[in-house]
């Protein structure tokens, strides 16, 4: 591998690490429907900027209805249940079981496209339950929604979803920056349109939660794309899907580190265990 694809496609996790870890301070104040409004927004608007100037191809209009579709279930859908168990229960425990997305992009890929499966697909799903499970185990009352971690695991089963019907749009002529173009616009639509519908609760708003919302939205959908995308330039999907295991790995430290959350001897045992499953599922 490639020294700087692997240093872009680390830069990258570290990036979608933060994004949540700064999401998780966000949603302490501000309304998750709402947080997504400005994180999903904000993010359109920077990605279109880019498609203007780089241009980019849409390919049929089945295609774009599925591109469409990734975004509203990866960036809407998912988005919304995930800060929604970020709000009550402590990052590093929710992290580490929402971003076990590579083993069910893996799982996705072997029914909607046929692959076949990796040797080691049946000892990662064991390690990312295992795991799972040591998370999901109370310590006390002030360890919150424990019960929301299986709903960060769905999340990660609709963001593993988006892995496939990206394939799927990129190998039938869509631009990757047509596709990312069409996806976070259709996920800021619905996050819109339900934050209306929803009854437009706001939270407490102040330039401090804001601000952390907006680096969210730079850092998860634009800055960690970027980078991506240039490391997937350089090397292959399969030599860097490894890697994505960064962002249990970041997020976990940076939850630790930058909100201060006490960590017990489970939740690092289940988050390390859950990075080997994501790391077996990828090779």
């Given at each position: ?128 339950l295992i795991g799972t499970f040591l998370l999901a185990e109370r310590n006390g009352e002030k360890d919150g929604w424990r019960g929301g971690i299986f709903l960060a695991l769905l999340v990660a089963a609709l963001w593993g979803i988006m892995l496939p ?119």
């Amino acid at each position: 591998m490639q020294n700087i694809a692997a240093f872009l496609a680390v830069l990258a996790t570290i990036c979608w690490g933060m994004d949540q870890v700064l999401g998780k301070a966000s949603v302490r104040a501000i309304h998750p429907f709402f947080f997504n409004v400005i994180r999903s927004s904000f993010a359109f608007i920077l990605i279109l900027f880019l498609f203007l100037i780089f241009d980019g191809n849409f390919g049929k209009p089945w295609i774009v209805a599925l591109a469409a579709a990734s975004g509203l279930i990866g960036e809407f859908l998912a988005a919304e249940l995930y800060f929604m168990v970020m709000k009550r229960s402590p990052a590093h425990i929710v992290i580490p079981a929402g971003n076990t997305d590579p083993l069910w992009g893996a799982l996705g890929a072997m029914i909607l496209l046929g692959e076949k499966p990796g040797s080691a697909i049946l000892a990662s799903i064991i390690l990312v339950l295992i795991g799972t499970f040591l998370l999901a185990e109370r310590n006390g009352e002030k360890d919150g929604w424990r019960g929301g971690i299986f709903l960060a695991l769905l999340v990660a089963a609709l963001w593993g979803i988006m892995l496939p019907l990206a394939k799927i749009c990129l190998d039938e002529g869509m631009t990757q920056i047509a596709y990312q173009t069409v996806r976070i616009g259709a996920a800021a639509a619905g996050c819109v349109l339900f934050w209306l519908v929803s009854g437009m609760r706001v939270g407490e708003v102040g330039r401090k939660p804001i601000s952390l919302t907006l680096a969210s939205g730079f850092l998860a959908f634009f800055l960690g794309f970027v980078l991506w995308l240039k490391a997937l330039s350089l090397e292959t999907a399969s030599s860097l899907a490894p890697l994505l295991g960064g962002k249990v790995a970041f997020g976990f430290l940076f939850s630790v580190v930058l909100l201060r959350e006490r960590t017990s001897l489970k939740s690092i045992a289940g988050a390390c265990l859950i990075m080997a499953g994501i790391f077996l599922a990828t090779l």
